[in-house]
Each structure stands twice: as structure tokens, then as C-alpha cells.
């Protein structure tokens, strides 16, 4: 299987290329990627324990789902293909917003990505795929705020920096 290709763009988020993923990586540049926030109707959230094999972040606690868009897809389907790959469920989703962000990791990768965040909602059990989901749990958005700040190296760098900007917006939107 040939590695993944991910989509390199300008601050604009216009595609000036593509790369191998893990390149990608090694070499910090900026690709389009997105990150998904799974509510139930108890306003909570579905997080995802990373599997074990993972080549960076094994084991730490992140969003619901996250990856990156192939050439020619949308944000939004790519989101849902992503969802079925490591949740095994669909739902509809809503892009709410987009940021850059620059994170490093402690195995010399870096995450260089200008984010969709998106926002579904469902109410079952996921069926994952262990390959990329070690475990997974509902947990109220204040909840994580808090734990976040007691436990910060249980979670993704990655997911530090977009809880940060979900939870400002979800503060801003709220009716």
C-alpha cells in the first residue's frame, strides 16, 4: 500500500501540493487536516484513546476523530470517511470553523495544520477499529477543560490546542 498523501496549502488554505504524510511530519509543513467533536444529547463528548501502534501519541486521549483530507474530497467527506474508518458509525457533520496550528511532538515530528473543526452529533456506541482506537468514552465538556489542566499528558498536543478553540466557540455560539 503506497503511504498517504496529505495536502499541502498557503495560510489561505489553497493546495500547493502534495506530500507523504510522514514528510509531511518530518519536515513541519502545513497541510490540511481536520478534527471531529462527536456530542450526545447530554451535551457530551466522545473521545477516543489512541491505539498502541500508533507511530506518534499512542495511548493519549484526543477528539472524537482526526486525520487528514485526500485530493479531491471535501472537508465534510472526508470527515464522514474518517468517522466510519475508526468510529464505525455516519452522522451528519458541520464544519465550524478553521485554524493554523504548529505542535511538535517528543519523537522529532511536528503537526503543521490548518484545521476543519467539525461537529456531529450521536447518541450510540461506536464500533472501533482497534487498529487506530484503543478505548473510547463520553465526557461533559467542563470535564475535560478540568482534567485537561490536572492530567495534561493523558491527551494529544494536538487536542489541547482544538479543545481550546472548540470550547471558545462553543462559548461564543451559545444561544
Known sequence: MTEEKVILVNEKDEQIGLMPKLEAHEKAQLHRAFSIFILNSKNEVMLQQRASEKYHSPLLWTNTCCSHQREGETNIQAGNRRLREEMGFSTELKELFSFIYKAPFDNGLTEHE?????????????VINPEEVESWKWMNIDEIKEDMQRNPTIYTVWFKIIFDEFYHFLEEHKN
Open 114 to 126: 490548518l484545521d476543519h473543526v467539525m461537529i456531529g452529533y450521536f447518541d450510540g456506541e461506536p
